[in-house]
């Protein structure tokens, strides 16, 4: 079982930054995928960003430029810097992993951005 803990959310300013972890803790083997994920209030959640064990990065268009994933393997830990944030990037945003053909989320943190 693998258990994924967010922190970092909360409430900013346009233009403003913030910074998202996540944690994942239990039985963790080989390389895995984490990634994050966003769900705005009626709307589907979406991919923000996503990043392997290897280091091959993947981003939702609307974020590139801004948004940058990192990873620390010896941690398991996934970060999310996000500069230049937008009212649009309001969001409940998710951890997830996929690890051993399984599928991992975390419970959610709010990303709230004023105008």
């Known amino acids: 079982q693998v258990q994924l803990v967010e922190s970092g959310g909360g409430l900013v300013q346009a233009g403003g930054s913030l910074r998202l972890s996540c944690a994942a803790s239990?039985?963790?083997?080989?390389?895995?995928?984490m990634g994050w994920y966003r769900q705005a209030p009626g709307k589907q959640r979406e991919l923000v960003a996503s990043i392997a064990t290897g280091g091959s990065t993947n981003y939702l268009d609307s974020v590139k430029g801004r948004f940058t994933i990192s990873r620390d393997n010896a941690k398991n830990t996934v970060y999310l810097q996000m500069n230049s944030l937008k009212p649009e990037d309001t969001a409940v945003y998710y951890c997830r992993m996929i690890a051993t053909g399984r599928l991992y989320w975390g419970q959610g943190t709010q990303v709230t951005v004023s105008s």
């Open positions: 239990g039985s963790i083997f080989g390389d895995n995928v």
